[in-house]
């Protein structure tokens, strides 16, 4: 296997897990929860995931041939709260992310090679992947902290359990060994 086919599979893995880690945060919301916000100037969970779908369909529809930020985009749009129900919220969640893995799941080694534009700016499609990463990894983190704090003792951890990391590693080692 080349390197690039390793980088391919292994990027598909990493957002595959992290889409995880969203979907584990937003099950354990339900109603006024998904539209909790510190302030008038925070994001609730409901924008952040409608902000997140909006970024996905833009950049990754047409992704190797067309600009990333496309004309149909309304991205202010996107951080004005009117999804209402938890389903409306889950269906937004879930467009996005079927377009984005989707494209990406579509990439292939010589297309590593390549370059994407977004917003007018030329990208290496390795560069144009990883910055997406950064980007929804720091919008699902926000997730998780905001579903945590409304959550309260309610939370269940998308993680190890604190106090439980020894036990944890043990049993990776333990079943590392039977393999």
């Known amino acids: 296997m080349t390197i690039a086919q390793t980088y391919l ?3 598909q893995k990493r957002f595959k897990n992290v889409k995880a880690l969203g979907d584990g945060a937003l099950a354990q919301l339900e109603g006024a929860e998904f539209h909790w916000v510190y ?6 969970v409901a924008v952040i995931v409608k902000h997140v779908s909006g970024n996905m369909i833009s950049r990754w529809t047409d992704f190797l041939t067309t600009d990333g930020e496309k004309t149909t985009r309304n991205r202010d749009d996107e951080f004005i709260n009117s999804l209402s129900t938890k389903e409306s919220i889950l269906e937004v969640w879930e467009e996005g992310w079927q377009v984005f893995l989707d494209a990406l799941a579509g990439i292939t080694e010589s ?3 390549g370059y994407v534009t977004i917003r007018g700016e030329k990208l290496e499609v390795i560069d ?3 910055r ?3 980007h929804y990894s720091q919008h699902i983190g926000q997730i998780i902290f905001i579903a945590k704090q409304v959550k309260g003792s309610d939370w269940h951890t998308l993680s190890i359990e604190k106090g439980q990391s020894q036990e944890f590693n043990k049993a990776m080692l333990e079943n590392s060994h039977e393999k």
């Not at 302030?39 to 609730?44: A, D, F, G």
């Open 9 to 11: 599979q292994v990027i």
């Open 39 to 44: 302030h008038e100037e925070s994001n609730s």
């Open 111 to 113: 297309d590593l090679q």
């Open 128 to 130: 144009a992947i990883e």
């Open 132 to 134: 997406q990463m950064a």
